[in-house]
């Protein structure tokens, strides 16, 4: 059976993995007969109250809000490596722009947590499938970005906007699609849904979009196994 890593950025839209994309990952990843195990950086994050939107005024634990996500199986992120899986995935959601990168505030200029950095890496170089949603294709463009022939990897964030021109300056090239829609760009083996990009989004829609990505995904699996 395929083994899959899902990296997790906390638990909840405004400061780490948007729950119901993550769920969904899961869901279709178990579909497909993968085997999942969950990392995030053992790291700390400024939480957000998710009922008022403003800060908690407190720091919270990546680890440990993730694990809430993958009930309470999950691993630090230093201890993932390439090797031992056929695939990694990154659910969406504000975490990944400011607990897995500094996109949030740097926009096209923003860096990237080392052990994400590296696991990306470690995955593109053993040709091995890279999934992200929402906003966690802009890691992709960030690391890969200048590693593709000169054009950067090619990845989805939905519709055209600020975010999409970030990562074309990172050297990545934006398709527009739409919430139940994937895009696969094979040569890279890079896998991007928009998700909730579309702040209208259904949960339906989400859960379609992203089914359609791990298909893609886990068929890229099945073609080098």
Not at 90 to 118: H, M, Q, W, Y
Request: aromatic share 4%; with cysteine.
């Amino acid at each position: 059976m395929p083994h899959v890593a899902v990296v997790l950025s906390g638990c909840g839209f405004l400061d780490g993995s948007e729950i119901q994309e993550a769920v969904s990952v899961l869901i279709h990843l178990g579909r497909h007969g993968a085997v999942v195990t969950c990392f995030a950086p053992d790291t700390t994050f400024d939480a957000v109250n998710h009922l008022t939107k403003a800060s908690a005024d407190q720091k919270r634990s990546v680890l440990a809000e993730s694990a809430r996500i993958a009930r309470g199986n999950i691993r630090p992120l230093a201890e993932l490596s390439a090797a031992k899986f056929d695939a990694i995935v990154f659910p969406g959601g504000f975490g990944a722009a400011k607990n897995l990168s500094t996109f949030a505030l740097a926009g096209a200029d923003c860096t990237v947590l080392p052990d994400v950095e590296r696991v990306v890496n470690e995955f593109h170089a053993a040709r091995k499938p890279v999934g992200m949603c929402c906003i966690a294709p802009v890691i992709g463009a960030r690391v890969l970005g200048s590693k593709a022939g000169g054009k950067g990897v090619t990845i989805t964030l939905g519709q055209p906007g600020g975010a999409s021109k970030a990562v074309e300056a990172m050297g990545a090239t934006h398709v527009a699609k739409q919430v139940t829609q994937s895009l696969a760009d094979e040569a890279n083996g890079v896998f991007t849904t928009p998700a909730y990009m579309d702040d209208d989004a259904k949960p339906h829609e989400i859960y379609d979009g992203i089914g359609a990505m791990i298909a893609q995904l886990m068929g890229h699996v099945s073609s080098r196994r």
